[in-house]
């Protein structure tokens, strides 16, 4: 279970001012000493995450957060960090203790709930000091299903996870990667190199989630290094269903795979899956209107040392400012953070966003949206590049 990625889990995240009880509540849920509980106001700095099972949802990350309400100079600081956690939240628990009444702060944290459509359960905590009457009104005015709560005793927990159950957005996550794209026994090939950009002994997480699908799919599945793939396909009676490969390799592996063989690569079925195919494909127009001199952001989801060969830190650039024909100005987004200057930018290129739930990415894109900025991700920007854009979505048909 603590192997799913968090990536694909429903995301619960606990909001609420200082000391409304939310340390007590995640412990009381996961029942485990996860969080610090002091009554002293404050005492959660960073977000914590915890995973978890839930059935029928099945895994899930909770997240406790600091205050909403903290104050200061690293207040602030911590209410930024909580209002990112707000990115990658697929379910909010509103907790309000009994003896306060909602504030300002629930109202504003509510009111950016509602403007991303996050559901929102609200949580009288505290149940045994009073009957929290007034937050019972407040939650039942804004229409929201609410809970009393007494976390020590784990009193109203059950009602609350039944509640967590029937809250659950059913479009957290789409059911599968490539299941709808393929058949049982049907051949495909991966096309994963291994280069000094790859990790040493393990295959990445794209790979992985994809290899999984298609054998939930029933299909059979060879994987290839890039130079073994034409004996591989030699050695086939039939050509394969779909070959899909990274990006990085297009333009040799759509040499050797044939034009009738569908193919495609892990980081367009991945806009597919975490985003919006769509919106990737409409922001490729940008980069025939980019100038020497624009600025270029490169989102990448995750932190890793990069090599020589990074795809975001050296191949990217270096294709974009071919294109271009001069120098461009490129500046890099790393995991959670995610700039708020984005008018700033001609463009954003995303990773293949493995690492980061699809709530995180599409509200990237809506980001992106509200600014008018283009944003593509690596798959739809390299198929741009090497002239097999229209090919490498083909498989995808439906979703462009
Ligand atoms: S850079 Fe993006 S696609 Fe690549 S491993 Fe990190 S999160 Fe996944």
């Not at 804004?142 to 479009?171: F, H, W």
């Not at 054998?215 to 060879?222: H, V």
């Not at 009738?260 to 980081?267: D, W």
């Not at 690596?378 to 490498?392: F, P």
Request: charged residues 25%; negative net charge.
């Amino acid at each position: 279970m603590q192997t799913t990625p968090r990536s694909v889990r429903l995301h619960i995240a606990i909001f609420g001012k200082r000391n409304s009880g939310k340390s007590s509540l995640i412990n009381a849920i996961t029942n485990q000493e996860l969080a610090v509980v002091s009554p002293v106001a404050g005492t959660t700095t960073d977000p914590v995450f915890k995973s978890m099972e839930i059935s029928p949802i099945g895994p899930v990350t909770l997240i406790d957060t600091a205050g909403i309400d903290d104050e200061g100079e690293l207040g602030e600081l911590r209410v930024k960090k909580t209002k990112q956690v707000l990115a990658k939240t697929d379910l909010m628990l509103l907790a309000i203790a009994s003896d306060s009444e909602p504030k300002e702060w629930d109202e504003s944290i509510l009111a950016e709930a509602e403007k991303r459509c996050i559901p929102v359960i609200g949580v009288i905590t505290k149940a045994d000091i009073n009957p929290g009457d007034v937050a019972a009104k407040w939650f039942e005015t804004a229409k929201l299903p609410y809970c009393r709560v007494d976390s020590p005793q784990k009193k109203g927990i059950d009602r609350l996870k039944e509640l967590i159950i029937e809250n659950t957005p059913q479009d957290y996550l789409p059911s599968t990667i490539i299941g709808d794209l393929i058949s049982e026994k049907d051949t495909i090939i991966l096309v994963t190199p291994v280069d000094a950009g790859a990790p040493k002994s393990r295959l990445i997480l794209p790979q992985v989630q994809v290899l999984r699908d298609a054998l939930d799919a029933g299909a059979c599945t060879m994987v290839v290094r890039e130079h073994e793939l034409q004996a591989a396909l030699d050695n086939l009676k039939q050509p394969p269903r779909l070959v899909i490969t990274d990006s990085q390799v297009f333009d040799f592996v759509s040499k050797i795979v044939p034009a009738e063989v569908p193919l495609t690569s892990f980081s367009i079925l991945f806009a597919r899956y975490k985003g919006n195919l769509r919106e990737f494909l409409n922001g490729i127009k940008a980069i025939d209107n980019l100038n020497p001199g624009d600025k270029v952001l490169i989102a990448e989801a995750c932190t890793h040392y990069p090599s020589h060969e990074d795809i975001g830190r050296v191949k990217i650039p270096n294709w974009l400012e071919k294109k271009v024909g001069g120098k461009l100005s490129f500046t890099w987004a790393v995991g959670s953070d995610f700039p708020e200057d984005l008018p700033e930018y001609k463009l954003v290129v995303h990773c293949g966003a493995c690492m980061i739930n699809r709530a995180e990415v599409l509200e990237r894109l809506s980001k992106c949206k509200e600014f008018d900025i283009p944003i593509v991700n690596y798959g739809v920007l390299i198929g741009y590049i090497t002239g097999i854009l229209n090919r490498v979505t083909a498989p995808l048909e439906k979703h462009k």
